[in-house]
């Protein structure tokens, strides 16, 4: 006689069977759109890094400037960050598994160090570089920056990394002392045939390497561009007592200059003059609305400048410090997500470097166009007579008037020629940030 299951029991087994049929579904998912995500990181860093090196091998006035070559090798290490680092860590993440072997994961744990504290290095250098022109010697920026200075800060930028990435980790510095450690970490994920790919560092490592790779670079970074906002504001201050004295009465025979300052790459629209008699008192905007607007330019651009930075780097060199001192208790999956805010810091800098550069945009408006230049041109023009419109007065390329009085020589005073000399390197300095 046949026993019939408990009616109870055949619902729990296909309930059960129904839920893990639905978990695989929902994991299967979760695969999918996490590797979408991550796919469009590394695309989108890649195109953005790779045309800002295309725009400087086709634009020759790019060439010109030492600042964008900076800029260019930042966009290379970004370059191989997402074509050596990222794809790899992307497999490992989305799979669970390394598949590249032991000594393959040294090489790319190496690489990923290097790479990464490179990048920092050239965003370290770059503030430095600005601070030099506007700060220290804006007027003969371009007699101190020597070719062989930039190339000496370039090749600092990719061989101090060294030493803190193939030279200790080839060597297994970094593991002395936490070898038990790792030995159990990776019995627990299944040992060397799941060939799991784990970076552990005793804390002498994770000082030094967080100290060249980050905290040092921030220090600079925060000093220079504070000293930047400083010395912008001391230029615009300048400028509103020129203002002031041109908007004081004039007589009838008293001759007036309107001097207008751009960021435009055409030297000749770097001032435009125009003489004019009587009062003008009403032709000028108000002093202190246009100041304001110029502040808040500059504070939003260096913020958003040092916010990215630390918003993408912080996080993971804090817990890389505080990682060694309690025990190695940091879940794996808060380590991956600080790493790819980190990663994401390089899908960013051409944004933030080159995008918001004039001579950059102008660079690649031909490049998508095609080589059209006078569409570019055009285009261009359209964009910067717009932005025009929106802010008569800001820090990085609209223009501002100023209205001076001519002495009885019809000439302007040295203290009136150096503060518009001065607010004109300033302005285009910033636009290079």
Request: charged letters at 15%.
């Amino acid at each position: 006689m046949d026993r019939k299951a408990p009616r109870h029991l055949v619902n729990d087994i296909n309930n059960t069977g129904q839920q893990e049929e639905q978990q695989e579904f929902l994991n299967s998912l979760e695969i999918v759109i996490l590797s979408i995500v991550l796919s469009i990181i590394i695309i989108m860093t890649v195109f953005g890094n790779l045309l800002v090196m295309v725009a400087l091998c086709t634009d020759r006035h790019l060439r010109k400037k030492k600042t964008n070559y900076f800029i260019v090798s930042l966009a290379f290490a970004d370059l191989l960050v997402a074509l050596v680092v990222m794809p790899f860590a992307a497999i490992e993440l989305t799979t669970g598994e390394w598949h590249y072997g032991e000594l393959f994961c040294l090489v790319r744990t190496s690489l990923d160090v290097l790479l990464t504290t490179a990048s920092i290095l050239h965003l370290c250098c770059i503030a430095l570089d600005r601070y030099y022109a506007i700060c220290c010697q804006p007027l003969v920026y371009r007699h101190k920056m020597t070719p062989v200075r930039v190339a000496a800060m370039l090749g600092g930028c990719w061989l101090i990394p060294m030493f803190i990435s193939f030279l200790p980790i080839m060597q297994n510095w970094n593991v002395i002392g936490i070898e038990d450690i790792i030995k159990e970490r990776i019995s627990q994920t299944g040992g060397f045939n799941n060939t799991s790919c784990i970076f552990l560092v005793n804390w002498p490592y994770a000082l030094v390497c967080s100290a060249v790779a980050f905290y040092v670079p921030l220090v600079l970074m925060v000093l220079a561009y504070q000293r930047i906002y400083v010395t912008a504001m001391t230029h615009v201050r300048q400028i509103e007592t020129l203002q002031r004295a041109g908007s004081a009465p004039t007589t009838g025979t008293d001759p007036v200059v309107t001097v207008r300052t751009s960021t435009s790459s055409d030297p000749l629209d770097h001032y435009r003059v125009r003489s004019t008699t009587g009062s003008s008192s009403s032709e000028s905007a108000p002093v202190a609305n246009s100041r304001m607007r110029i502040e808040t330019k500059a504070a939003k651009t260096l913020a958003v400048i040092m916010g990215c930075f630390c918003l993408c780097w912080a996080p993971f060199f804090i817990t890389n410090v505080v990682d060694p001192f309690i025990n190695y208790s940091v879940p794996g999956q808060l380590w991956t997500a600080w790493l790819w805010l980190g990663y994401i810091n390089s899908g960013l800098n051409p944004f933030l470097y080159a995008f918001l550069n004039r001579a950059f945009r102008r660079a690649f408006l031909v490049i998508l166009c095609c080589g059209d230049e006078r569409y570019a041109q055009q285009r261009s023009r359209s964009l910067r007579h717009a932005q025009r419109a929106c802010s008569p007065a800001s820090a990085n390329g609209t223009s501002m008037a100023l209205r001076l009085s001519f002495l009885p020589n019809r000439s302007y005073s040295d203290n009136g020629r150096t503060i518009l000399r001065n607010e004109q390197e300033s302005q285009d300095s910033l636009g290079a940030l």
